[in-house]
């Protein structure tokens, strides 16, 4: 797995998340939440594979925990790219504005840092709704003894896909391009509908076995 | 913060949490959601302090961030007390029951180590519930330049309450003492209650403020 930030202690991620510096801060978080949702659907995964009871599904769950595995990494990669995203935000705001051209070029070059700052959160929450589609999976073929695990997995990847989502609403709310925005929010309020269905059914499915 | 499981790097907790080996597991994962939800409520409360425009709470807003702080660290300690809370679990499972004395001294020791597993995760949740209340004291006095991070935090730790509650709700399934079980439901459920209206109230302030 390749990210600075997680290659950090998690004692020292909790500390650099708990500063006022600006990263790692929610969308980098929810990153981190989104590859242990899919640390957790591998879990059940490995708690399958080899197992005589779930020899039928076998081929299938392998091919599951590979994916799961490509979305973990691919998400500790995006806490990294969600605070790279935070640098250009940050110079924007900082360039002068004390003639009118200078309003101008601060304005244009705020515009398209927003856009980019929205862009991150945004595939962090297309990378966790899949993560969320493999726990269903797991959720109806994985192991028995490991089923609260995939409960807590798919909480996880909620918690994820929404928290990314108020960092895509934060950007795109200073956005001057208004079509602009509601595309990029329609995206987001798209997945949230999506991944708040798969929770409902994957978490009421983990309730009905254990409770 | 003093924690084995969290003084890995994230990427090798993330490596131990995707292993079919049962420890961490979804009881330590949710401990480990609920120290992020606190670092972000603590990453709140630090830009808030220190602002002219928050000097009226910034005193209330320290008392929070020292409160959080602790929570942090005790759930970063439970991290590892869910762990240790396995073992005896295990043992139990591997005594023998060849003989009518075995079954007897198995299923009172087992009982027991059911007992203790569930407490964990009880006081997982009693922790979380307590950071989510520090969350909602946040939304309402903390910088608004931070209100999402409010958001993602308050989503953490609803997650974390529940992930924990399935690790109580595994174990007291399996108890045969049914009225100690019950008692322990009882617990949990009415922590879940508590929680997600309070993860109602203080998302929905979020929400409300950032779209």
Same mark, same amino acid.
């Given at each position: 797995?390749?990210?600075?930030?997680?290659?950090?202690?998690?004692?020292?991620?909790?500390?650099?998340?708990?500063?006022?510096?600006?990263?790692?801060? *929610?969308?980098?978080?929810? +990153?981190?939440?989104? #590859?242990?949702?899919?640390? @957790?659907?591998? &879990?059940?995964?490995? /708690?399958? !594979?080899?197992?005589?009871?779930?020899?039928?599904?076998?081929?299938?769950?392998?091919?599951?925990?590979?994916?799961?595995?490509?979305?973990?990494?691919?998400?500790?990669?995006?806490?990294?790219?969600?605070?790279?995203?935070?640098?250009?935000?940050?110079?924007?705001?900082?360039?002068?504005?004390?003639?009118?051209?200078?309003?101008?070029?601060?304005? *244009?070059?705020?515009?398209? +840092?927003?856009?980019? #700052?929205?862009?991150?959160? @945004?595939?962090? &929450?297309?990378?966790? /709704?899949? !993560?969320?589609?493999?726990?269903?999976?797991?959720?109806?073929?994985?192991?028995?003894?490991?089923?609260?695990?995939?409960?807590?997995?798919?909480?996880?990847?909620?918690?994820?896909?929404?928290?990314?989502?108020?960092?895509?609403?934060?950007?795109?709310?200073?956005?001057?391009?208004?079509?602009?925005?509601?595309?990029?929010?329609?995206?987001?309020?798209?997945?949230?509908?999506?991944?708040?269905?798969?929770?409902?059914?994957?978490?009421?499915?983990?309730?009905?076995?254990?409770?």
């Amino acid at each position: 797995m390749i990210s600075l930030m997680l290659e950090m202690k998690t004692t020292e991620f909790l500390e650099a998340l708990s500063s006022s510096e600006p990263v790692p801060g *929610g969308g980098g978080a929810s +990153a981190a939440a989104g #590859a242990m949702g899919a640390a @957790l659907g591998m &879990m059940v995964a490995n /708690l399958t !594979v080899g197992k005589k009871k779930y020899a039928d599904v076998e081929a299938e769950v392998i091919e599951v925990r590979e994916k799961l595995r490509a979305y973990r990494e691919r998400l500790a990669e995006l806490t990294d790219r969600d605070a790279e995203a935070f640098e250009p935000l940050s110079r924007a705001y900082g360039l002068p504005k004390d003639t009118p051209e200078q309003r101008e070029e601060k304005a *244009g070059v705020l515009e398209q +840092a927003l856009y980019e #700052a929205s862009v991150v959160p @945004l595939e962090i &929450m297309e990378t966790v /709704l899949r !993560v969320m589609e493999l726990l269903e999976a797991l959720g109806e073929k994985g192991s028995r003894i490991a089923i609260s695990d995939v409960g807590v997995g798919i909480l996880f990847a909620g918690a994820a896909l929404e928290g990314a989502s108020l960092n895509v609403f934060i950007n795109t709310k200073l956005m001057k391009d208004e079509k602009r925005a509601a595309e990029l929010n329609g995206e987001a309020d798209r997945m949230i509908r999506e991944g708040r269905l798969l929770k409902e059914k994957v978490y009421g499915g983990v309730l009905d076995h254990i409770r």
